[in-house]
């Protein structure tokens, strides 16, 4: 059902569904819920959340807090995007260190992140349109994040089009993980 590639990070994932293809267009399955359990990934999504950008926009990097902490399920539905997760749990081996993928609607690659790592993405093409599944709902009194270029992350942009929450972030030296 999906192509399966782990990442340096404990429980983030890169997936590749099957693609069924014929003369009246494609069908593809973002979601299969026996099969990410199979997985171990979390499974019980409670919210969707739709996002259409212009190229050069960069979002992040953003988290939230527990008791609502979420894990992500990404991918384009148009478009292309660069991808990145950084684990920002204090006792994982990967503390500090990201993952980055290029998730886009040609070759229709998910992206699962789970709770405890910030996640951030650059838009690379006009009218690209981000899927998120979410494990908890949005809760603004927990969102928590640090600065796009505070974290060593090799972003293909030099003056990203960001939004004013997002400049005023701390740098990641700063950021102070619950997790």
Not at 4 to 31: A, V, Y
Not at 64 to 74: D, G, R, T
Not at 96 to 114: L, S
Not at 125 to 146: A, H, N, Q, R, W
Request: include cysteine; charged fraction near 15%.
């Amino acid at each position: 059902m999906y192509q399966l590639h782990k990442t340096k990070i404990d429980g983030c994932l890169e997936l590749t569904p099957n693609i069924f293809n014929d003369h009246r267009g494609i069908s593809i399955k973002p979601f299969h819920s026996d099969f990410f359990q199979t997985l171990g990934v979390e499974h019980n999504f409670n919210e969707d959340l739709m996002v259409i950008s212009h190229k050069g926009v960069l979002r992040g990097m953003h988290l939230q807090n527990p008791p609502l902490q979420q894990a992500k399920l990404i991918y384009c539905a148009s478009g292309s995007i660069f991808d990145v997760a950084v684990d920002v749990r204090k006792n994982s081996p990967t503390y500090g260190q990201h993952v980055a993928f290029y998730v886009d609607a040609v070759k229709h690659n998910i992206v699962y992140i789970p709770s405890g790592l910030a996640h951030g993405y650059l838009v690379l093409e006009d009218c690209t349109t981000v899927i998120y599944k979410m494990s908890s709902v949005y809760s603004p009194g927990l969102e928590s994040g640090f600065r796009w270029d505070s974290a060593a992350i090799p972003w293909p942009v030099q003056n990203p089009i960001l939004s004013d929450k997002d400049k005023s972030l701390p740098g990641f030296n700063d950021f102070v993980s619950i997790f």
